[in-house]
């Protein structure tokens, strides 16, 4: 009989392909068997039984901004808020940290302060920027996943957006380096004149921030983008599309050979902008949240299975840059990556969407996207990564199990249908009923494999 290092016992087990009744049999933090009634002993066991097994969700868009910023959160909080959530893999942006990982001493840097506090294994992001095209080739030798860049202006004076020189010219530069460009689709002309204009008329309410960053100015740059991806042989990534137009562009480029993917981020299908106007700063965002009929036409899209994955953009901020008078000077951004899986998965459900789907949104697509080996799916030979829950009565994360720096978020505005129980990081028990149950033990990730 075989000696397994954890059997987890009586779930429903969702993988990429499909869902049923069967135990996990983990040796050596890996998937060894998945079958009903497994037979063995073991080391340890979990009994869940009336739960859902997922894979632990890939989160691939999270600003943790350590270095530099911590006191916005910090490895130790956000990835612990992560864990907790269901979380067992994240990707990490360049911004907002400070320095931003524009280079190798940067990227050092945050992977050091990464490995000492992660509770989830992590992969970097580089930067794009006017600054740093002769940084790229050091940067790919560091294991970055790929490199970020802002078609519109970032927010944070360090880290500048790309103007389409600069696009052009890195996205030749990561083809040859065979690795993806991910952007932020604004279009800064737009964006940046429509606020200004605004400003100087004194109009600086919600309303005018979301007037200010219409849909066209999404479409034009992701149209834009993909021109210069396809004419660089670039491998795109579209980060949090609002729209489902936008989308549907993506999709048809795809359908034109191009290799694009897109995702979309669980606030911008379940709040609208009336949403911004009521909740207010814990509710900006770029792009913005928008009207109920965008909404309705990017929940198509997604139903249609046009959108890859499903992303939190987890971009937090001290409590302090989310008041004032002047709704354009509030920091936007919205704190989510605990909430991904628990707003997520009910959400889904409700539209008939396939669990199988969801493992692949949640996790298995920017796993395969990102060439992270062992990641992103239950099966034999993938990494142990899961976690478990199940439907529960629609309430709100109690403050005292919120790990963000700082908790008050757009989700205390929105009930969730889903409990998450636990969450298991390559065959060890990480987070258990919201609490964090062992210390950090994340590893770097890099296209590929891990880093030793």
């Keep these: 009989m075989p000696h397994f290092d954890l059997i987890v016992r009586n779930g429903l087990v969702v993988s990429s392909t499909g869902e049923r009744r069967a135990d996990l049999g983990v040796i050596d933090g890996m998937f060894a068997a998945i079958e009903p009634e497994l037979g063995g002993t073991a080391r340890d066991v979990i009994d869940v039984e009336g739960a859902v097994v997922y894979p632990g969700a890939v989160d691939p868009h999270v600003h943790f901004n350590e270095p530099g910023r911590t006191d916005w959160e910090g490895w130790a909080s956000g990835s612990a808020a992560l864990a907790a959530g269901g979380g067992t893999t994240c990707l990490e942006m360049p911004l907002n940290a400070t320095p931003p990982t524009l280079d190798r001493a940067s990227f050092t840097a945050k992977a050091e302060a990464a490995s000492a506090k992660s509770h989830v294994d992590f992969g970097l992001w580089g930067g794009l920027t006017p600054t740093n095209l002769d940084h790229l080739e050091?940067?790919?030798?560091?294991?970055?996943?790929?490199?970020?860049?802002?078609?519109?202006?970032?927010?944070?004076?360090?880290?500048?957006?790309?103007?389409?020189?600069?696009?052009?010219?890195?996205?030749?530069?990561?083809?040859?380096?065979?690795?993806?460009?991910?952007?932020?689709?604004?279009?800064?002309?737009?964006?940046?004149?429509?606020?200004?204009?605004?400003?100087?008329?004194?109009?600086?309410?919600?309303?005018?921030?979301?007037?200010?960053?219409?849909?066209v100015a999404e479409l034009e740059?992701?149209?834009?983008?993909?021109?210069?991806?396809?004419?660089?042989?670039?491998?795109?990534?579209?980060?949090h599309v609002s729209t489902g137009r936008g989308v549907a562009m993506i999709a048809e480029a795809r359908g034109r050979g191009i290799d694009v993917t897109c995702e979309t981020c669980p606030h911008y299908l379940l709040f609208t902008?009336?949403?911004?106007?009521?909740?207010?700063?814990?509710?900006?965002?770029?792009?913005?949240?928008?009207?109920?009929?965008?909404?309705?036409?990017?929940?198509?899209?997604?139903?249609?299975?046009?959108?890859?994955?499903?992303?939190?953009?987890?971009?937090?901020?001290?409590?302090?840059?989310k008041t004032g008078d002047d709704f354009f000077a509030i920091w936007g951004g919205i704190s989510g990556c605990q909430h991904l899986?628990?707003?997520?998965?009910?959400?889904?459900?409700?539209?008939?969407?396939?669990?199988?789907?969801i493992a692949r949104l949640i996790a298995t697509n920017a796993a395969g996207r990102f060439r992270l080996d062992g990641k992103g799916d239950i099966a034999v030979g993938k990494d142990a990564d899961f976690t478990w829950g199940h439907a529960a009565e629609p309430r709100s994360l109690n403050r005292q199990h919120v790990h963000y720096r700082h908790p008050a978020s757009l989700w205390d505005h929105h009930p969730l249908g889903w409990r998450v129980r636990g969450t298991v990081l390559r065959g060890t028990l990480v987070a258990l009923d919201s609490r964090i149950v062992a210390p950090p033990s994340g590893r770097l990730l890099r296209p590929d494999g891990p880093v030793s």
């Design 273 to 321: 902008g009336e949403d911004v106007e009521r909740i207010g700063a814990l509710a900006k965002c770029a792009p913005p949240l928008r009207d109920r009929q965008t909404q309705e036409e990017l929940w198509s899209a997604l139903e249609m299975g046009d959108v890859d994955w499903i992303a939190s953009d987890h971009s937090p901020a001290p409590s302090s840059m």
């Design 138 to 215: 050091d940067l790919a030798g560091c294991g970055v996943i790929g490199f970020k860049a802002f078609m519109s202006a970032s927010g944070t004076v360090d880290f500048q957006h790309a103007d389409d020189d600069t696009l052009f010219r890195g996205m030749a530069l990561a083809a040859r380096l065979g690795l993806p460009v991910a952007v932020h689709a604004e279009n800064d002309a737009i964006t940046s004149g429509m606020a200004a204009s605004l400003r100087r008329s004194g109009h600086t309410s919600a309303r005018d921030y979301l007037a200010s960053r219409p849909v």
């Design 341 to 357: 899986i628990e707003a997520t998965i009910p959400a889904c459900l409700e539209r008939g969407i396939p669990p199988q789907q």
């Design 221 to 239: 740059a992701i149209g834009r983008a993909i021109t210069l991806a396809e004419a660089a042989g670039c491998a795109l990534h579209v980060v």
